[in-house]
T-cell receptor, first 113, second 114 residues
Framework: DAKTTQPPSMDCAEGRAANLPCNHSTISGNEYVYWYRQIHSQGPQYIIHGLKNNETNEMASLIITEDRKSSTLILPHATLRDTAVYYCIVRAPSGGGADGLTFGKGTHLIIQP | DGGITQSPKYLFRKEGQNVTLSCEQNLNHDAMYWYRQDPGQGLRLIYYSQIVNDFQKGDIAEGYSVSREKKESFPLTVTSAQKNPTAFYLC?????????????FGQGTRLTVV
């Protein structure tokens, strides 16, 4: 089972900030939070990741709560091309042999013109 | 350019035939993964490999087989034992032992069994 919970869908107006929430209440201290997105019929694309500090790159910002039990992905100025399914995952340290990357169903973000 | 390549993009097979999907990466990644995606669903892990000549079953391994004879290659065979093989198949790779690095995905193979 996926270790994260996300709303199944969200709408956002073009040009506004899109805020996508994710709950990961069972996250371990050494697990990272990763965000990917998948445009229809393509492979998932990496967006951003973090451990406990907030992170920002050219695509998005990631806000992680102090207790690390939830996070929010922020797309600051959403465009129509940001319409996609967004996956929040927690990545276990490798070497334990337990799993690869475990994906849930994600959030289908629809940017409205 | 470095990357991960899946081929072919579309594949059609008759029911009862085995079919092998190709996945190649030149990123020097140790770990490779195979996922299956059905319409409107998330990705489900079929098999993964953390090192050459070793692989582990994921959540839905029944009816599938893999090999990892080379670091660069992780082919997936969909056997006739797989009851519902029509799906979108995704391959990924990552650096093993370093969770602070992202995984890279191929563009997928859409398999249709008729």
């Amino acid at each position: 089972d996926a270790k994260t919970t996300q709303p199944p869908s969200m709408d956002c107006a073009e040009g506004r900030a899109a805020n996508l929430p994710c709950n990961h209440s069972t996250i371990s201290g050494n697990e990272y939070v990763y965000w990917y997105r998948q445009i229809h019929s393509q492979g998932p694309q990496y967006i951003i990741h973090g451990l406990k500090n907030n992170e920002t790159n050219e695509m998005a910002s990631l806000i992680i709560t102090e207790d690390r039990k939830s996070s929010t992905l922020i797309l600051p100025h959403a465009t129509l091309r940001d319409t996609a399914v967004y996956y929040c995952i927690v990545r276990a340290p490798s070497g334990g042999g337990a799993d690869g990357l475990t994906f849930g169903k994600g959030t289908h973000l629809i940017i409205q013109p | 350019d470095g990357g991960i390549t899946q081929s072919p993009k579309y594949l059609f097979r008759k029911e009862g035939q085995n079919v092998t999907l190709s996945c190649e990466q030149n990123l020097n990644h140790d770990a490779m993964y195979w996922y299956r995606q059905d319409p409107g669903q998330g990705l489900r892990l079929i098999y993964y490999s953390q090192i050459v000549n070793d692989f582990q079953k994921g959540d839905i391994a029944e009816g599938y087989s893999v090999s990892r004879e080379k670091k660069e290659s992780f082919p997936l065979t969909v056997t006739s034992a797989q009851k519902n093989p029509t799906a979108f198949y995704l391959c990924a790779s990552s650096i093993e032992g370093r969770p602070n690095t992202e995984a890279f995905f191929g563009q997928g193979t859409r398999l249709t069994v008729v």
